[in-house]
């Protein structure tokens, strides 16, 4: 937060409490006209500086809330990644299977070694080309891994 601005609220506000005093001491009603004038314009700036102080510590507040959901994304993430494991599964291409020990109730499944390293899980899907032959493709990033199989070649959970 920028103090200045909470500065600038503490001084407008002592300015326009001397203004007040000294209007206290005044004779004529012109005088105190003026003081009056004086008067409004010390609660405008220290109006002033309050509303972009206070614009400030939103701002801030959003800023904080958007890095916890970050750290909390990337916390989630960690604990998803020690579940699987970078295998080979057929003789070409590499793809993260899931781990038996970690399986929960989920089916062998390969995840995309490209989003996974974008942080992100993403299930490959098999995919028959126009000859036949599977290939595990993601749905995100459409890399593909050929199982050089006709078809439906299945993938495995990975062993320790
Ligand atoms: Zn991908």
């Known amino acids: 937060m920028d103090m200045s601005l ?6 407008g506000l ?7 005093k000294g209007i ?3 004779k004529s009603l012109s005088d105190v006209q003026g003081k009056v004038i004086e008067l409004q314009s010390a609660i405008l700036s220290a109006q002033s500086s309050a509303l972009s102080a206070n614009a400030d510590q939103a701002a ?3 800023e904080i809330r958007a ?3 970050e750290v909390a994304r990337v916390k989630a993430w960690e604990t998803q990644k020690q579940r699987y494991k970078l295998v080979r599964p057929w003789d070409a291409g590499v793809a993260y299977a899931l781990k038996e020990s970690m399986r ?3 089916p062998p499944h390969l995840i995309c070694t490209n989003c996974y390293e974008s942080g992100r899980k993403s299930i490959l899907n098999p995919l028959a080309n126009s ?3 599977v290939s595990y493709a993601c749905p995100v990033c459409n890399s593909q891994i ?3 199989y006709r078809g439906s070649p299945a993938p495995e959970y990975a062993q320790d």
């Open 131 to 133: 000859n036949g032959f």
């Open 60 to 62: 801030m507040v959003e």
């Open 14 to 20: 002592k300015v326009a409490g001397d203004i007040a």
């Open 24 to 26: 206290l001491e005044l």
């Open 146 to 148: 050929p199982t050089g």
């Open 67 to 69: 890095l916890k959901e």
């Open 104 to 106: 929960n109730s989920e």
């Open 6 to 11: 909470i500065q600038g609220t503490i001084s």
